[in-house]
């Protein structure tokens, strides 16, 4: 994400030196020498993050603190100071100040606190306005802007376009089944059926009958003819959720309908014949049940024409302040509150925690810390108590 920085101050050699340093870097930068300049570029819309001077000919620079709280779209502020006034530091991040850095000015320690302020900016950015992406994916569904993510998502795309079975794998918590729905509402058949099983929680006894259905009289109790979820699912998606939890001579028929595009209800004799693209999710190394025979080596292949692995949170934590702004504005509509950011205290706590649960420990998080806020800002005391001590 690149951004506009508004540098605030009343020397110009200051101004041009700060310039120098960010513009290479990819920023675009904006210059203001006095309270009224930069109040005239606040109100263009155009500044990302604000650099602003204590001292200006105009008036005290912090007071402009106050003004960006009314804007549509604060920008983080970090005020820089020759006069190093500590308590007027404390007062300034109280009232809403993003960072405090003293002349002379560290250009490394200017940068990191940029890089810091540009995930506050795409974290509000988030929480600003409802994403208006494609159909279902729209309304419950955020991608994350990580470069391995954005990769997983360009390839999902391709495989649901394609319609080819894909293995989709990850530890709990990651997202399986989300990355399922778009694949769904990527392609072709997002107007059919989505089907969506988990093997692990259907006793093996009937999990042939759930997917297959069965004839009257097929077995004791079966006084009528029943469609499996294969038939439901026919010119869709069925997403088979903990494949690594079903029994091996079941596997054995989905690896036929696969193979055939066709299957028999059980106690049938009429073959059936069916377009559904699978998908199938695990959190379990199938490698391993392979070696151990606990899975089948030629459904396994079959399965993962594409093979989408989807890492950890802890592993592209770059992608959790927009998740974090996704969860906010999704829980504003549904619990009718009306959290507006979160301070950079909270954002620090979040990026150091390691989220065992994934996406969705994080999602909990923030639920439970909406819930205890009442304040339009989530801090860091709001956070659950594991969080907080990874800080």
């Known amino acids: 994400m690149t951004a506009t920085i508004l540098v605030v101050d009343d020397e110009e ?25 930069a109040r005239q570029q606040l109100a263009r819309g155009q500044a990302d993050i604000v650099l602003l001077d204590v001292k200006l000919p105009d008036g005290y620079g912090p007071s402009l603190l106050e003004e960006t709280a009314r804007l549509p779209l604060r920008p983080p502020v970090i005020l820089i100071t020759a006069y190093g006034d500590i308590e007027m530091a404390v007062d300034a991040m109280k009232n809403g100040a993003h960072d405090f850095l003293q002349k002379p000015i560290q250009l490394t320690r200017l940068e990191q606190s940029i890089l810091r302020a540009q995930e506050v900016v795409a974290m509000r950015r988030e929480l600003s ?3 208006t992406t494609q159909r279902r994916v729209g309304s419950d ?39 399922a ?26 999990l042939e009958s759930e997917l297959f259905g ?21 010119g869709g998606i069925l997403f088979l959720d903990e494949i690594a939890s079903m029994p091996l001579d079941i596997q054995a028929k989905l690896l036929r309908v696969l193979e055939e595009r066709a299957f028999r209800r059980v106690g049938g004799i009429n073959l059936l014949r069916v377009d559904v693209q699978v998908l199938a999710a695990s959190n379990r190394p199938l490698l391993n049940m392979l070696a151990e025979g606990q899975f089948r080596e030629d459904l ?10 989807i890492p950890p949170l802890r592993e592209r934590k770059e992608d959790i302040l927009e998740l974090a702004g996704y969860f906010v504005r999704q829980n504003n509509l ?25 996406v969705r420990e994080l999602r909990n998080a923030i639920e439970r810390a909406m819930l205890f806020c009442d304040d339009p800002v989530i801090d860091v005391i709001h956070l659950p108590a594991d969080v907080v001590r990874a800080r």
Not at 16 to 34: D, Q, R
Not at 147 to 169: D, G
Request: aromatic share 8%.
């Open 300 to 309: 396994y292949y079959r399965l993962k024409v594409v093979d989408l692995h």
């Open 141 to 179: 569904f955020v991608t994350g802007s990580s470069a391995v993510m954005q990769a997983l998502f360009s390839q999902a795309r391709r495989a649901a376009q394609a319609s080819v079975s894909v293995l989709i794998t990850g530890e709990t918590g990651t997202g399986k089944e989300v990355l």
């Open 334 to 358: 549904r619990m009718g509150l009306n959290i507006t950011d979160i301070t950079h205290r909270a954002v620090d706590a979040l990026r150091a925690y390691n989220w065992p649960g994934n």
């Open 129 to 131: 306005h409802l994403r």
């Open 214 to 234: 069965y004839e009257a009289g097929a077995f004791t109790g079966a006084d009528r003819r029943k469609p499996g979820l294969l038939e439901v699912a026919d």
């Open 13 to 37: 050699n200051a101004r041009h030196i700060i310039a120098s340093f960010l513009v290479p870097k990819g920023y675009e930068v904006i210059g203001a020498a006095t309270l009224g300049e």
């Open 181 to 206: 729905h778009f694949i769904h509402a990527s392609g072709p058949r997002a107007e059919k059926p989505f089907i969506a099983v988990n093997c692990a929680a259907i006793q093996s006894t009937m």
